[in-house]
C-alpha cells in the first residue's frame, strides 16, 4: 500500500482520536478544579464524596469505567443504547476519570502554597470566602509589588504561581491522555489504532502500525512542546517579578 493511500484511510481515525484528546481536556480540566475543591472542602460529606469518587477512578481501569458507562444506562434502567451513544460514552468516561488525576494535580498545587500567606491575608482582613475565591493563595504584596492592585495580584502573582506548581505533573496527565486514547476501541469507536488494526489485518503489514506509532509520537513530541514552551514562560514571569522586587 502506498504511504499516501495509508494516511488517507488512517486520516479519519486520527481525527477520532484528536478529537477524544480535546475533548476530554475541555471537559476533565474543569471538572477536575470542581472536584479539588470538593476534596479541600469544609463540608465533610462533600469531601467524602470527592475522595471517595477519586479513589474509584483512580483505582479502576479505565477500560472497565467506558463499559459501565456505556453498558450502565441499559443494565441499571433498560434503556436502549443506539451506536450514535458510543463517542458520547467515550468522553464521559475519559473526562470523568482524567478529571479525577487533575483534582489531586490541582490540590497539591493549592496545598502547596505556604501557610503563612494564608495567615497574611487574615492580618488584610480578608474572609475566608475572598481569600480562596479572589486571591486563592493570598499574597503579601505590599513589599513586592506596591503599585499592583488587588485585581491584578490574582492575575500576576497567585494565578501564575498556581499554574507553574502544576504545569510539570499536568504535562504527564495530558501526554498520558494522547496515549489513552486507543481505548476508544472497546466501544467500537474506529479511532487511530483501531483502524491502523483494520488496514494491517487488510494487508498483511507492520506498516499501519508503524504510522500509527509515528503519528502517537509526533502528537506527544507537539505536546511536550507546548507544555514546556509555557513552562519557560512561567520560569521567566518569575524570574522577572522576583527582579523587580528586589
Request: proline content about 4%; glycine content about 6%; charged content about 15%.
Amino acid at each position: 500500500m502506498e504511504i499516501g493511500t495509508l494516511i488517507r484511510e488512517l486520516g479519519g481515525g486520527m481525527w477520532i482520536s484528536a478529537e477524544i484528546f480535546i475533548l476530554t481536556l475541555l471537559f476533565s480540566l474543569p471538572l477536575g478544579l470542581v472536584v479539588a475543591f470538593g476534596r479541600m472542602s469544609k463540608i465533610a460529606p462533600v469531601r467524602w464524596i470527592s475522595k471517595l469518587y477519586i479513589s474509584i477512578m483512580r483505582g479502576t481501569p479505565l477500560m472497565l469505567q467506558l463499559m459501565v458507562v456505556y453498558f450502565g444506562p441499559y443494565y441499571l434502567f433498560g434503556m436502549r443504547i443506539s451506536t450514535g451513544y458510543r463517542m458520547t460514552a467515550v468522553l464521559i468516561g475519559f473526562a470523568i476519570n482524567y478529571a479525577a488525576y487533575f483534582a489531586e494535580i490541582y490540590r497539591g498545587g493549592i496545598e502547596a502554597i505556604p501557610v503563612g500567606q494564608y495567615e497574611a491575608a487574615k492580618v488584610l482582613g480578608y474572609s475566608k470566602g475572598q481569600t480562596f475565591f479572589r486571591i486563592v493563595f493570598p499574597q503579601v504584596c505590599n513589599h513586592i509589588l506596591p503599585a499592583v492592585t488587588k485585581s491584578q495580584i490574582f492575575f500576576k502573582i497567585t494565578l501564575m504561581q498556581m499554574i507553574k506548581r502544576i504545569v510539570p505533573p499536568m504535562s504527564n496527565e495530558i501526554i498520558t491522555l494522547v496515549k489513552d486514547t486507543s481505548l476508544a476501541f472497546v466501544l467500537a469507536v474506529t479511532e487511530m489504532f483501531t483502524m491502523a488494526k483494520q488496514i494491517a489485518a487488510a494487508q498483511t503489514s507492520m506498516v499501519p502500525y508503524i504510522a500509527a506509532g509515528i503519528f502517537y509520537y509526533v502528537f506527544n513530541l507537539l505536546v511536550a512542546m507546548i507544555m514546556e514552551k509555557i513552562e519557560e514562560k512561567l520560569n521567566y514571569y518569575h524570574y522577572k517579578i522576583d527582579h523587580e522586587s528586589a
